[in-house]
């Protein structure tokens, strides 16, 4: 099928993106909504047989093309927390509208049912894969190098956007962790990748906790210097309360790395508590600790829990998994 590519948000410029071994030619919007919508409405005058919206507040343009394309069937593929409350009255009456709404956990799955009112039977579960350009780098031997500044020592790390409406990730815990961690442990450091308006309230707390000189903080990574930090870390721990599933979390497993994550969302449903890594209760700092401690205290345990989830990665999660269960759905829709 001839396949074209609306964005919203980038620049007018072209632009290229490949994703597999497929390549995607495309302008953007400017976050233009009126020149997006019109470009949306002149591509169903085209006849477009299948629309797929990468986002559920982009179901309303959706349910617009339909009442020029009747025939056309539409797909609205939702994330985690941004359905987890009631949309708008016209966003969640356009999603109820979509032929199939597409969530990556049960708990997703589950909140769309509940809080927006959409029909269990226009649900799919598609869990994510790993980005094609991960799983290559998981190849490359030598394996890369981490940044020059990355710390020696025993390291945790997590990786997220740190913003301040996004606290529910629970970094300040793991932080708060540190100082009941150092004194058995003094070589221990905290990595912190990622970026954020909240990044200064975190760089506060560990001075509050006087962890400083164990914390660090890494931005503006590529992602060949975020899979090296992948690879030279001992742990991966993101507590989060609300992961609509946890892509993070593959990619720290697809390294052989055990993971502690918030028994929260879709979380249970990527990490094997006890199995691949750590479920802990969301603010609980020990119970937290305790996890962290039993994989410091026990490496051997951390081995067999990342070789474990490196198993399951590549079992059901890697991104050919994922075009295959796509593709199911795809076939569904344009042969009903």
């Given amino acids: 099928m001839e396949c074209r590519l609306l964005s919203l948000n980038d620049s007018q410029e072209l632009h290229r993106m490949s994703v597999g071994n497929r390549e995607f030619v495309f302008t953007g919007c400017a976050r233009g909504k009126g020149r997006f919508t019109a470009t949306a409405m002149r591509a169903a005058r085209r006849r477009a047989k299948l629309v797929v919206a990468a986002h559920p507040n982009l179901s309303p343009v959706t349910a617009a093309m339909k009442l020029v394309a009747p025939r056309m069937k539409t797909i609205v593929c939702t994330h985690g927390i941004e359905v987890w409350e009631p949309l708008s009255r016209m966003r969640r009456s356009a999603l109820r509208k979509a032929n199939i709404v597409l969530a990556p956990s049960r708990s997703t799955a589950d909140h769309v049912c509940a809080e927006q009112g959409v029909v269990g039977s226009k649900l799919r579960v598609l869990p994510w894969g790993l980005d094609p350009q991960f799983e290559a780098l998981l190849n490359v031997r030598p394996i890369p190098e981490p940044p020059s500044n990355f710390p020696a020592g025993r390291v945790i790390l997590t990786v997220g956007r740190w913003l301040e409406s996004e606290r529910y990730k629970g970094m300040d815990t793991l932080i708060t962790a540190m100082p009941r961690l150092l004194p058995r442990w003094p070589d221990l450091q905290l990595v912190i990748a990622g970026d954020g308006d909240d990044r200064p309230w975190l760089e506060h707390l560990t001075e509050k906790n006087g962890v400083r000189l164990h914390v660090h903080f890494f931005a503006g990574l590529s992602y060949a210097e975020l899979a090296a930090c992948y690879a030279a870390c001992e742990i991966f721990a993101l507590p989060s309360a609300a992961e609509g599933f946890g892509l993070v979390y593959l990619e720290a497993m697809a390294r052989g790395k055990p993971v502690i994550g918030g028994a929260h969302g879709g ?33 051997e345990i951390g081995r067999e829990m990342g070789a474990r989830g490196a198993h399951r990665v590549e079992r059901e999660f890697r991104f050919n998994v994922f075009v295959k269960a796509f593709k199911r759905i795809l076939r569904e829709q344009c042969e009903s």
């Fill in 267 to 299: 979380a249970p449903e990527v990490i094997q508590d006890g199995v691949t890594g750590y479920l802990v209760q969301h603010g609980d700092a020990i119970q937290l600790t305790t996890s962290i401690e039993t994989l410091l205290a026990h490496p």
